[in-house]
């Protein structure tokens, strides 16, 4: 009867199989190495995709090409992942999905009581200018022309403010 070797391919074997020794910093040694052997044959196949591609594109198009493809490289060599990035787990995200969706509701709910406010103070100017009008009107005609000067003179001001604000803004 045949020897029944490993035959699993090794991400498939279970801890006890690949680990048998504790003592033993062999089988780590050979990941850290085989991840690093990844990593440079990755980058070099990227590098061997980008020389095709290269070949295939006009003169012109072909050194604006090598110059992004450089940047790129050279870009993705200087931002390693961060360490604790690489210890997020499915329960983390949804944690934080869940206090995202926490905090657009209560922007939701903040931007709701605003607009109740922002209605309020609107009806009380109204109504203030009103009842204003209404007692002015009848007695002094000419302070209620000058009232309603000032008054328009004062809303140009800032209407022109914000258009001002908004439009450096945009500039930016």
């Known amino acids: 009867m045949p020897s029944k070797a490993n035959t699993n391919p090794p991400s498939s074997r279970s801890i006890e199989e690949s680990d048998s020794d504790p003592g033993d910093k062999g089988p780590k040694k050979e990941n850290e190495s085989g991840k690093a052997s990844q990593a440079q044959n990755k980058a070099e196949m990227e590098e061997n995709f980008a020389d095709v591609i290269a070949e295939q594109i006009p003169e012109p198009a072909r050194k604006m090409f090598q110059m992004q493809m450089a940047m790129m490289q050279t870009v993705s060599r200087r931002a390693p992942s961060h360490p604790l990035f690489e210890k997020f787990t499915p329960q983390h995200i949804d944690k934080f999905l869940d206090y995202s969706q926490k905090e657009d509701e209560n922007k ?25 009008i209404f007692f002015l009107a009848p007695q002094n005609q000419e302070l209620l022309t000058e009232f309603l000067k000032l008054l328009v003179v004062f809303a140009s001001g800032v209407g022109s403010g914000y258009g001002l604000r908004s439009y450096q803004e945009r500039k930016k």
């Open 108 to 132: 939701y709910k903040l931007q709701s009581t605003n607009r109740w406010f922002h209605l309020v103070y609107v009806t009380l100017g109204l109504g203030s200018l009103l009842a204003l």
